[in-house]
């Protein structure tokens, strides 16, 4: 995350994660699709010349602000196949928020088990905490058959239902923009924390990302087009070992400091 | 704690990483220059080339960044400094400090030895100055943002995210 208090602007990466050919392009196709033009940049893509991502796909999106601050996320996924995962990696650093998309063909159960274990190694060779970071399970491919059952997949991905996780068929959008929402709403809350965090711990910085309290979880109100898997009442680890208990959401934030900030914005003109 | 004075003290920093962006702009005669962070987010830019900025800003930081694993396959700490020439348009990327990366476009109209003369003095200002500081941001820029963002605080995020 960066936030850039002269521009107004807080800047955030949320990576597709998962084994090759499980639809993580598809999922920024058809997000590049829906979108209206003036809340996205550019679908931006590193493949192959037979369309495999060599490197990553990226899709900047405008969402909305916090207080003043524009908040601006870049979608990126990385290269499923094995084989790349140094350019994994590269893409994983700096990650507010991680969307592992699982294919849910029968046969695929090892694959995405693997890519969710490289998942977790990434992040912590990158300095990231696994078990804090915001996180969303898709189980993509649901039209097609054989597939596994939903219990399967939680049983080999999701094995204390800790993690948000939903249905989709990415190549016609179904399912894309409930995870893309739920994501969205982990960020923006984890950010939110962060930079309260921020203001009442001492010597910290907001792009420091200092130690984050567990961030609240509100599940997504609207009604939805595609079923949509219940949502467990423990939604933000990435640790399928390990739940983690919520707190209330921000109890111990000190309140003010955004009317601080904005109130000196407007003193000072800058 | 988080105070007015970080506040003002980063946005000042931001803006004289501005003036020396500016500096090979118009010293150099460079068509561009940008200033991102390891992680692909643009944090400065100056000169009127019309390019994704974005797309720009992610593609040379993961490059910069699988220029550095290639270094390290070679046994070197790192390789600071990267070039591209092109039949009309050329790049020069380099490290400024440990955590941003300057990017440099250049036409015909100005040469390497120039471009890199104030680039690399740039780049040493520019990690003085952002190394000191844990916070890295963007000055202000003249374009006004095209989207009608919602308000976040309250929990409503864009319609379109609606399936």
């Known amino acids: ?270 | 704690m988080l105070n007015m004075q970080d506040v003002e003290r980063d946005i000042d920093n931001l803006h004289r990483v501005q003036m020396e962006l500016q500096k090979i702009v118009s010293e150099a005669g460079a068509l561009g220059a940008f200033l991102v962070d390891e992680n692909g987010f643009l944090i400065a830019e100056e000169g009127g080339i019309e390019i994704d900025r974005v797309a720009l800003s992610a593609l040379v930081a993961a490059s910069f960044g699988a220029t550095a694993e290639i270094a390290r396959l070679l046994g070197e700490a790192d390789f600071t400094r990267m070039t591209h020439q092109g039949s009309t348009r050329n790049l020069f990327i380099g490290k400024a400090g440990s955590r941003h990366i300057l990017i440099v476009t250049f036409g015909r109209e100005t040469n390497l030895g120039l471009v890199k003369l104030y680039a690399e003095k740039a780049s040493e200002l520019i990690g003085f100055i952002l190394d000191s500081d844990s916070v890295a941001e963007e000055p202000p820029s003249d374009k006004p943002p095209e989207s009608k963002p919602g308000d976040l605080e309250s929990g409503s995020l864009p319609s379109w995210m609606n399936d």
């Open chain 1, 1 to 270: 995350m960066v936030v850039n208090f002269a521009r107004r602007e807080i800047m955030c990466k949320i990576v597709y994660y998962g084994p090759g050919l499980c639809g993580k392009t598809t999922n920024l196709q058809a997000i590049h699709l829906k979108v209206p033009e003036n809340m996205r940049g550019n679908l931006t893509s590193v493949a192959t010349k037979q369309d495999r991502t060599l490197f990553f796909d990226l899709l900047p999106l405008d969402i909305g602000k916090i207080k003043d601050f524009a908040v601006r996320l870049q979608l990126y996924t990385v290269p499923g196949q094995v084989y790349y995962n140094a350019s994994r990696k590269i893409v994983l650093k700096g990650v507010d928020g991680v969307v592992f998309v699982a294919d849910s063909q029968q046969g695929k159960m090892d694959e995405n088990v693997e890519s969710f274990k490289n998942l977790r190694e990434n992040l912590r060779e990158n300095g990231a905490d696994p078990a804090t970071i915001p996180l969303v399970l898709q189980y993509n491919k649901r039209d097609l058959a054989p597939v596994y059952e939903i219990e399967e997949l939680n049983r080999g991905l999701n094995p204390h239902l800790n993690i948000s996780y939903f249905e989709s068929i990415a190549n016609t959008g179904q399912g894309v923009f409930n995870t893309l929402k739920k994501i969205t709403q982990m960020v923006v809350d984890d950010i939110k924390i962060k930079l309260e965090a921020a203001d009442r711990a001492p010597a910290a910085k907001p792009v420091a990302a200092p130690t984050p309290a567990p961030a609240p979880v509100k599940p997504v109100a609207e009604p939805v087009a595609v079923a949509e898997t219940p949502q467990p009442a423990t939604v933000k680890t990435a640790a399928a070992e390990e739940p983690v208990t919520q707190e209330p959401e921000q109890a111990t934030v000190r309140k003010g400091f955004w009317s601080r900030i904005a109130g000196w914005f407007k003193r000072t003109g800058k």
